[in-house]
């Protein structure tokens, strides 16, 4: 019989997590795969661990992985697959606000040939017209810059083959932006409809600092436009200013040199002196993701492990992966 994991990363998530376990078994139950469930404590302060371990207790389906601080929502997803031996895995938040019903569709393009199998947000319920409206510039300036296309309206759920798994496996860098990161890996891909319903319980952990923050990361770990645009940016600015000069010493030739402007001197030079400034911020974050690579340091390390069907390992002692074993 196939088999089927299901990812979930949590953090703070323990008013919720109980809930969404049950709606989630309920689903699972109507698959004809065998199904595991692997949560992830991203470094949660509340009782989401607790809640973890009690669920893999009472089911021998449910493994948990708690990572030894919060190292962001990117890191715990890859803890996750990199965890997975199944032959395919379903990658979901804990909020309720992805349906757990909508799994056998995903499943069933999967058994249809698809290697990832992505759900397109239809609709966002329970968010206001301003989160709309960025998280839909955000889709289309990523479609615009990148050199990989990214779905538009489209999160982290979805199905993944052993084949997506095993090439995603391979991708270590530690500037990890998952969206992009499977869309890169390429083969079968296609999308599965849904409305996407309001946070059922707590509260989200993304404001608007880290959104931007986001998509910072989004727009640098798969487009070098920034640094282009800088460039082109820096070099209309300098013909401007030569026309500018040009017009100055032609009128200094003809009508003799008159007193010059403060104001508009000043204009000028604040102007070139943002531009300056930003393409040297531009370069900056280039700069240091590039640093930060270099390094080479575990992307995660593992506090406490217990995966489906095996007893829990309370040892304290890292679990790593052979893909990070360089």
Known sequence: ?????????????SEVLAVFHQRLCAVLDTLSLQCNVLYVDDGSGDDTWAIAQSLAAADARVGALKLSRNFGKEIALTAGLDHVEADAAVVIDADLQDPPELIPQLVAQWQAGYDVVYATRAARAGETGFKRFTAAAFYRTMELMSDVPVPRDTGDFRLLSRRALKALAQLRERQRFMKGLFAWIGYRQTSVSYLRDPRKAGQTKWNYWRLAQFAIEGITSFSGAPLRLATWTGMAASIVAFLLGLKVLIKTLLLGNPVPGYPSLMVMVLFLGGIQLLALGVIGEYLGRNYNESKQRPLY???????PGQPADASGTLHTPATEQR
Request: aromatic share 10%.
């Open 1 to 13: 019989m196939p088999t089927l994991t299901v990812v979930v990363p949590a953090y703070n998530e």
């Open 301 to 307: 390390f593992i506090e406490e492990a217990q995966l």
